[in-house]
């Protein structure tokens, strides 16, 4: 609006020959250039964190349609990284299990398990039926998880258990060692993979009646994220990062 009356005074003390007004109306004209392409830190940073929101969006939906390992996901992602960098907490969107599918695992203080907590899990686990399944999950945002995961995969196959895949969470997990047993009371195998975590000293965290849980959870909530079993599965073994000491 001032640079607009800025103009048509300069125009009208141009044709009348007025040189004082025709300097007071370019001085500022020049001003209403300077502000309006003057864009002061809280916008950019605005923009910014507009520009994170919508790479975010664009890489839930990739992932939510199966394309989280695509070359353009991944790039989205490099380029929140390198354009957000220090952005504030409040800008930055929960995990999702699209981005829990594309996030490089964390570093952190490993689980550790002596030689004699492995043998007395061993032992444990042998002392049972053989071939019960055994189905175990962990939070893939860190690297020690997985790892542990993995070693209580040859664990149990050592001890002759029919371990199934090993698979990521689908969502982020708080940390520690869980059992969630499908049913209330739990089956057999889901009380025998219990009581050997604790022979090991592993003290896990257990919970039964999950599948009715899970199911009144989804019922309630479409986006409910939680574990899922399968009618032939019993409980899941979920793996998180080492509680801390």
Same mark, same amino acid.
């Given at each position: 609006?001032?640079?607009?009356?800025?103009?048509?005074?300069?125009?009208?003390?141009?044709?009348?020959?007025?040189?004082?007004?025709?300097?007071?109306?370019?001085?500022?004209?020049?001003?209403?250039?300077?502000?309006?392409?003057?864009?002061?830190?809280?916008?950019?940073?605005?923009?910014?964190?507009?520009?994170?929101?919508?790479?975010?969006?664009?890489?839930?939906?990739?992932?939510?349609?199966?394309?989280?390992?695509?070359?353009?996901?991944?790039?989205?992602?490099?380029?929140?990284?390198?354009?957000?960098?220090?952005?504030?907490?409040?800008?930055?969107?929960?995990?999702?299990?699209?981005?829990?599918?594309?996030?490089? /695992?964390?570093?952190?203080?490993?689980?550790?398990?002596?030689?004699?907590?492995?043998?007395?899990?061993?032992?444990?686990?042998?002392?049972?039926?053989?071939?019960?399944?055994?189905?175990?999950?962990?939070?893939?945002?860190?690297?020690?998880?997985?790892?542990?995961?993995?070693?209580?995969?040859?664990?149990?196959?050592?001890?002759?258990?029919?371990?199934?895949?090993?698979?990521?969470?689908?969502?982020?997990?708080?940390?520690?060692?869980?059992?969630?047993?499908?049913?209330?009371? /739990?089956?057999?195998?889901?009380?025998?993979?219990?009581?050997?975590?604790?022979?090991?000293?592993?003290?896990?965290?257990?919970?039964?009646?999950?599948?009715?849980?899970?199911?009144?959870?989804?019922?309630?909530?479409?986006?409910?994220?939680?574990?899922?079993?399968?009618?032939?599965?019993?409980?899941?073994?979920?793996?998180?990062?080492?509680?801390?000491?």
């Amino acid at each position: 609006m001032l640079g607009s009356g800025a103009v048509a005074w300069l125009v009208a003390a141009g044709r009348a020959g007025y040189r004082r007004p025709l300097a007071y109306a370019a001085a500022i004209l020049a001003v209403s250039a300077l502000l309006a392409f003057h864009r002061p830190p809280w916008m950019a940073q605005r923009r910014t964190s507009g520009l994170a929101i919508g790479w975010h969006n664009l890489g839930v939906t990739l992932g939510d349609a199966g394309r989280a390992d695509e070359a353009e996901a991944l790039q989205l992602r490099a380029q929140i990284r390198a354009t957000v960098g220090g952005a504030s907490a409040a800008a930055t969107p929960a995990a999702t299990p699209a981005m829990l599918a594309t996030a490089s /695992p964390t570093t952190g203080p490993a689980w550790t398990l002596s030689s004699e907590a492995r043998a007395a899990l061993v032992a444990s686990l042998s002392a049972r039926r053989a071939g019960m399944p055994v189905w175990i999950v962990y939070d893939s945002r860190y690297a020690s998880a997985e790892a542990f995961a993995r070693q209580l995969v040859t664990i149990f196959e050592e001890a002759h258990w029919s371990a199934k895949p090993l698979a990521r969470a689908s969502f982020a997990m708080r940390p520690g060692l869980f059992i969630f047993a499908a049913d209330d009371p /739990p089956s057999d195998s889901s009380s025998a993979a219990g009581e050997s975590l604790i022979a090991a000293n592993l003290k896990p965290t257990i919970g039964t009646g999950y599948r009715a849980y899970a199911e009144e959870q989804r019922a309630n909530n479409p986006n409910w994220r939680g574990i899922s079993f399968e009618p032939e599965q019993s409980f899941v073994i979920a793996v998180g990062r080492p509680p801390e000491p």
